[in-house]
């Protein structure tokens, strides 16, 4: 299991052919409170960098950009009750979709650790 | 001497430590809710109870209960005069939001617009008996052709935003009948107001920002390489966001016609140079008009407002109906589209209200009290700008503003205060904020416009408060602003609260369940 | 100038702090050939008798509501409202404020937004409110293009009852769009939309009461909107109707839009007017305008907060849902008042007399020689039929000092089937005299 990173901030956890997707502790902090969670629809095709979700925080809406190729297979329904849950735990219960990956190579373009580290210095 | 022995003590005088108050101080109270003090059985109106025989309702009669609260009047005047306590206003203090223009309301104007001739004429009624309105119309696009020296103006727009949405329509329109409607492209400086990518977008166009100069203008250079066949417009504000004028603004013109696209300019800051600078000889081809900022018609809290929109001649034959044509008999209005014009955009004529005041305000000033406003608005800006620049930071290097100063908030480095809290902090000083955040090309942007309505006196306890609060800032006092405000009605709000889980009406209490006795 | 403090004296001093030689030094950044190269040829400032005169003499030369009798309306009604309104929404705090960004210092104007969301709620028997938009006709495109963005469907089906002008503003704003569908013009209430609903349909416009004054039943429009997954957007140009009328939400209704004007706000020859807009909770994401909403402050005290904001243009620009910014606050706060002066109580007994008046203006047209009333149901306006164009009977009355209503033809040039249809209304002001004045009037004109 390796996790991903954009250069925007997203997070892909990978899992076999399947990715988790969320925004990083740092994007979380920088964004303050999260009121409001737009997900995407089951079974979206999405493209490498097409918008999948919208994160609002009161003065801030901030569009997901999809990390890699692939069709979106959940969502994380907790969030519309309890957007919060982004910023208290956005690695674990503050994911924001799931997405069957096309292609395992476009992960090979994505950050690892030491280098989104890096980039958040 | 003589002594009056029932003489109240004047000093201090043991006052205890304080309660805390549930109802609000003494003259700023904690006002309930009309459906709080109202009931659904009192009224402040006095109407006859008529009953009908042989309703012709059709069976749709309410069942639903309506459950609206009355008042009486004198609870109406009551409760209204209470919540109005709660507000800050124009007339009760300064108001420097950049952008907005919050200058002096003329109480004639609220006069004039009341009269029955103006106020109690239906948009509907024969034309031959609203001849006077019209002329009014005609009278009011007269002053803003001459002040923009302009070939048409289109009254009808509601606001700024509905303007610039109508003289963007009117830029299709145009180039739609010219077989070149596959321009798609609006070019929108980052500096732009947020209603101008909006109002791209919303007509389907692609929003391609131009970025600003370390200067805070818009570089003729960048607006050259971003043209092509498929540019529609360029949508930019002058002076702009920053409060400055762009210099190159005439060289844009060019190059924006010369690539076949138009030039829309957003007049919000049109204050700065009324009377001084007529947007036409810059070369824009339309350019709506704030009445309620440049020509003093009231914010009211958020509107009504009214947004003309002047046209060049390439675009005049766009505008929108309802307008008003002289004619040999007189005036007439013309309602229905002839020709590429593109319809309606509204149901009736615009906003007479906003007309009226704004024509009563334009010949109070005359041609030129204009002018002079228009000098005393930029004269009021570089004077706080002179005062303030060494306590505060300038973005943008030294050379003169047109009707706003703008700061950053690089002097608040390492203080822990934020552009935020400092405005909040100016709360308890008894000023408006000015505007925050914007624009967005200015790190903690501070955007001050306090407009030629303010004396000289005003705009020296203004930057005397503004400077002690920078000097306390630095000095480490941080919480004197990240508590700020604490003499305000209300302290901080929580609006994530608000966000997360909205409560946008009232709901009448459920009924508590009885405990077992 | 009276409305410019600075004495020369003070400007030379503030240019000294400035450290500029002069104004003009300040407007360096402007091109020499386009600083004041021009005469403007406007007049000079003016005292404020003369400005008054000036203006009266304009006003004078109109026909105003109260000099003769008054049956026009059309989408704008002349009703009482209360001195007291007036009064309170000149009070400088109302008057003179911005819009409510800083909460602390605008619990004023937040606490009454969130009155007037609630009572727009109640009459219209929806969810929530906005905090209003320019007017009925601009909410009503709104009203469309939120819609296709809720059911990602683009058909939308205008019924032969909308106003024509809201009918207008829907085709501007939706220019040489394939996908709007208007029918034809409805005068004798034909229900006419529940053909045209299908798979693509967004969402179906009724007015009611319509155009022409009839009633148009939303529960089988909702039905039928619902049965096919399209919306049904209700439109109400005469607000004091629900005060006798179900509630559209109580029928199904998605979206309610109405005009507000006749509610607190004077005819002003068009505006300003306030739009009023309401739907279901679970659409508030897509609705457009402000909204203002209940929260707490940092010592716990009940306050009030636009929010919902990142649906606006400020915060998502190109994104947003519209690109509205001004919008009606100060006809808000009139409406609000004169609802709260009102109450459940007034506002009923304020509805019946509307409806008893137009009652009595039918019954009298009924026995006008010459004169075809095609309403079976109204509220407080009709549609009559006369034996010929209507334009030049209107023009006649008007001569004779009576404001007989509305041509449909200023309206429907081209549509030859109404060229003799009269729209008419009557409110509470409507007297009996009024009426009797404007049937001998018709008798004659119609001879």
């Not at chain 3, 007015?207 to 004054?213: R, V």
């Not at chain 3, 509630?247 to 005819?267: H, M, T």
């Not at chain 3, 020859?269 to 929260?295: D, S």
């Not at chain 3, 149901?377 to 023009?395: D, H, L, Q, S």
Request: aromatic fraction near 6%.
């Amino acid at each position: 299991m390796t996790t991903k990173y954009t250069p925007d901030h997203e997070y892909i956890r990978v899992e076999g052919s399947t990715g988790i997707v969320g925004i990083t502790q740092y994007a979380q902090e920088q964004l303050g409170d999260i009121v409001f969670v737009e997900l995407p629809a089951i079974g979206k095709v999405l493209k490498k960098g097409d918008e999948a979700a919208v994160v609002e925080s009161v003065k801030a809406a901030s569009e997901i950009y999809a990390p890699v190729a692939g069709t979106v297979t959940e969502v994380n329904e907790a969030l519309g009750g309890e957007p919060g849950l982004i910023n208290q735990a956005p690695d674990s219960t503050g994911w924001i979709y799931k997405i069957a990956i096309a292609d395992t190579a476009e992960l090979d373009a994505l950050l690892d650790d030491a280098a989104y580290a890096d980039l958040t210095k | 001497m003589s002594m009056n022995n029932q003489g109240r003590p004047s000093g201090i005088g043991n006052v205890g430590s304080g309660f805390a108050s549930t109802s609000g101080s003494a003259l700023l109270p904690n006002e309930p809710l009309l459906f709080e003090i109202g009931d659904t059985e009192h009224s402040g109106v006095d109407l006859p109870d008529v009953t009908i025989s042989g309703s012709r309702l059709g069976g749709f009669e309410r069942k639903m209960p309506l459950d609206l609260a009355g008042l009486t009047e004198p609870e109406a005047m009551r409760h209204y005069v209470r919540l109005s306590r709660l507000n800050h206003s124009i007339d009760s203090g300064m108001y420097p939001l950049g952008s907005c223009t919050m200058k002096h309301n003329p109480r004639l104007n609220e006069k004039m617009a009341r009269l029955p001739g103006f106020a109690d004429i239906h948009p509907l009624q024969p034309v031959s008996t609203v001849q006077g309105a019209l002329e009014l119309m005609n009278q009011l696009s007269h002053w803003l052709m001459t002040l923009t020296n302009t070939a048409a103006v289109a009254l009808t727009p509601k606001a700024g935003a509905h303007g610039e949405l109508l003289g963007m329509m009117a830029i299709k329109a145009a180039q739609d009948a010219a077989g070149q409607s596959h321009r798609n492209i609006v070019l929108v400086p980052e500096s732009a107001h947020g209603t101008n990518p909006a109002t791209a977008a919303f007509l389907g166009y692609t929003v391609k920002p131009i970025p600003a100069r370390d200067d805070g203008t818009v570089d003729v250079q960048a607006v050259k390489d971003a043209l092509s066949p498929d540019v529609a417009a360029i949508m930019l504000t002058n002076p702009n966001t920053c409060g400055l004028f762009e210099p190159q603004v005439i060289e844009i013109a060019e190059a924006v016609h010369q690539a076949g696209a138009f030039f829309y300019c957003d007049g919000a800051n049109f204050n700065a140079i009324m009377g001084v600078v007529r947007p036409g000889d810059l070369g824009i081809d339309a350019m709506h008009i704030n009445l309620h900022k440049t020509f003093s018609t009231p914010h009211g809290g958020g509107g009504p407002g009214a947004g003309p929109v002047v046209l060049s001649a390439a675009l005049a034959p766009f505008a929108p109906v309802p307008f008003v044509r002289k004619t040999a008999d007189g005036l007439e209005l013309v309602e229905h589209a002839e020709g590429e014009a593109l319809g309606r955009i509204t149901a009736f004529q615009g906003q007479m209200g906003m007309y009226v005041r704004a024509l009563t305000y334009m010949l109070s000033h005359g041609g030129d009290g204009l002018a002079q406003a228009a000098e005393d608005a930029v004269l009021n800006a570089n004077y706080i700008k002179a005062r303030l620049q060494h306590a505060f930071s300038v973005p943008f290097g030294d050379y003169p503003t047109m009707h706003e100063a703008l700061f950053d908030d690089s002097f608040l480095a390492g203080t822990g205060v934020t552009t935020l809290d400092f405005a909040k902090a100016l709360i308890d000083e008894g000023f408006h904020p000015m505007t925050m955040y914007f624009p967005l090309v200015v790190h903690g942007a501070m955007l001050i416009e306090p407009t030629e309505s303010e004396s000289k006196q005003t705009l020296d306890r203004f930057c005397d408060v503004m400077e002690e609060l920078a000097i306390d800032a630095k000095a480490g006092n941080k919480d004197r602003f990240t508590a700020a405000p604490l003499k305000a009605p209300r302290r901080r709000l929580d609006e994530t609260r608000a966000a997360r889980s909205p409560i946008l009406k009232w709901e009448r209490p459920d009924a508590l369940p009885k405990a077992a006795e | 100038m009276r409305y410019l403090p600075h004495s020369d004296a003070e400007r030379a001093e503030m240019l000294g702090v400035i450290g500029a030689t002069s104004v003009e030094a300040l407007f360096s950044a402007v091109p020499t050939r386009a600083l004041k190269t021009f005469d403007l040829g406007l007049p000079a400032h003016s005292p404020e008798f003369l400005v008054e005169a000036h203006m009266r003499a304009l006003s004078a030369k109109n026909h105003s509501g109260g000099d003769g009798p008054f049956f026009v309306g059309a989408g704008a009604y002349r009703h009482h409202v209360p001195a007291s309104v007036d009064h309170l929404i000149q009070r400088s705090e109302w008057l003179t404020a911005y819009t409510p960004y800083q909460p602390e210092i605008s619990q004023g104007t937040l606490q009454m937004l969130f009155e007037f969301q609630t009572q727009v709620a109640k009459l219209t028997g929806m969810d929530v409110a906005n905090a209003s938009l320019y007017d009925g006709s601009t909410g009503t495109a709104e009203a469309v293009l939120m819609a296709r963005r809720l059911t990602r469907r683009n058909k939308i089906v205008l019924s032969g009852g909308l106003h024509p002008h809201y009918r207008d503003v829907v085709k501007a704003y939706l220019k040489d769009d394939a996908d709007l569908e208007c029918l034809s013009a409805s005068p004798e209430g034909q229900g006419d939309i529940l053909d045209h609903i299908d798979e693509q349909t967004a969402a179906i416009v009724i007015q009611t009461p319509d155009f022409y004054g009839h009633l148009r039943n939303l529960k089988t429009a909702a039905d039928a909107a619902h049965a096919k997954g399209a919306l049904l957007i209700v439109v109400i140009t005469e607000i004091v109707s629900l005060g006798l009328l179900e509630a559209p939400g109580a029928y199904g209704a998605d979206i309610v839009v109405a005009e507000g004007q006749s509610i607190g706000n004077a005819l002003n020859f068009g505006g300003p007017y306030l739009g009023l807009m309401a739907t279901r909770k679970e659409f508030i994401r897509q609705m457009p305008g402000r909204v203002c909403g209940e929260t707490v402050d940092a010592d716990g005290q009940r306050g009030f907060v636009l929010t919902l904001s990142t649906r606006e243009q400020h915060i998502r620009r190109e994104k947003a849902t519209s690109n509205i910014c001004t919008n009606s606050g100060l006809c808000a706060l009139a409406f609000s008042i004169h609802m709260a002066l009102l109450g459940e109580a007034g506002f009923t007994r304020l509805a019946r007399l509307n409806h008893e008046r137009a009652s009595a203006l039918a019954d009298a047209l009924g026995k006008v020689a010459g004169v075809e009333l095609l309403n079976k149901t109204f509220f407080n306006e009709m549609t009559i039929r006369v034996g010929k164009p209507a334009a030049g009977v209107i023009e006649a009355l008007a001569q004779r000092g009576i404001l007989g209503g509305v041509p449909v033809s200023r309206l429907e040039p081209d549509d030859p089937d109404v060229t003799n249809l009269i729209v008419l209304a009557a409110t509470e002001l409507t007297t009996d005299a009024d009426i009797a004045a404007l049937c001998a009037a018709l008798s004659e004109e119609l001879q």
